[in-house]
């Protein structure tokens, strides 16, 4: 059982390297650009277990009870929360996350600030970007963005690391990730060293790739079709 799964995660994580490598190739950039986070939510420990042992060393979740027991089972790899987090959820995920992909609101920012400095831990945030007005998938509209960048800047306990995407569903993915590419450099004109783009999923990856991604977020292409309630 555990070694049947083992060969599929291999043969999974092979083909997305494989998309990965010709995606950089094709927009020019070097592979090592492109940190490939393992989306790992509804998936058993065991699973990120064999996904570490093949190589990774970052994944992501989107529950605060999921992840938090997975990062106390495991806490020697990065784990990134990559889902909406609940203000008080707030000071939970600080205490094991390396990396918050969705920081849309200065509430948040301050209430991760505070769980961080409580726990005596730097956590890295990513401004989540709204690509589309008419979708309902989160985010701080990008004019929004430069003062919750600078407010996170300015807090004890974070380091504003970039900006963070979904794009929008049932539309091309390009045209979305060209504007968040320009609100990321319009960041790191103010913030130099908030480079990180995380944008790109199993189905527009290479999209996300060609538009200048630093973080791609892959779960299905790795793991698996996850079983219902799908998200
Ligand atoms: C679940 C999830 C992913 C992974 O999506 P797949 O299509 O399964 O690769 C990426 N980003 C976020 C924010 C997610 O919630």
């Known amino acids: 059982m555990s070694a049947d799964r083992a060969a599929e995660l291999a043969a ?5 390297e494989q998309r990965l490598v010709e995606a950089c190739v094709a927009a020019g950039r070097a592979r090592e650009e492109v940190l490939l986070l393992a989306v790992t939510k509804t998936w058993p420990l065991s699973d990120v ?9 970052a994944f992501g979740e989107n529950r605060d009870q999921e992840a938090a027991g997975k990062a106390r089972e495991l806490p020697g790899v990065h784990w990134h929360f990559v ?3 609940q203000t008080n959820k707030a000071a939970s995920v600080a205490a094991y996350a390396s990396v918050v992909h969705a920081l849309d609101r200065p509430s948040l920012a301050q209430a991760l600030s505070r769980g961080a400095a409580k726990a005596g831990r730097t956590v890295e945030v ?8 008419a979708d309902g998938r989160g985010g701080a509209a990008p004019d ?5 960048a600078d407010l996170a800047a300015g807090l004890p306990g974070l380091r504003l690391a970039g ?10 993915p390009a045209p979305a ?16 060293d908030a480079a990180d783009v995380s944008a790109g999923m199993s189905g527009d990856l290479e999209q996300a790739v060609a538009a200048g991604a630093t973080i791609v977020r892959i779960g299905t292409a790795l793991l698996g079709r996850r079983s219902p309630p799908a998200r």
């Open 49 to 57: 277990l064999l996904l570490r042992d093949l190589g990774l060393q």
């Open 12 to 16: 999974s994580l092979a083909e997305v």
């Open 83 to 85: 889902g909406q987090v």
């Open 144 to 148: 929004d963005v430069p003062a919750l």
């Open 126 to 133: 990513l401004v989540q970007v709204r690509l589309d007005d």
């Open 177 to 192: 990730f060209a504007r968040l590419h320009d609100v990321a450099a319009r960041l790191r004109a103010d913030h130099p």
């Open 163 to 172: 900006v963070m995407a979904v794009a929008p569903l049932g539309q091309d």
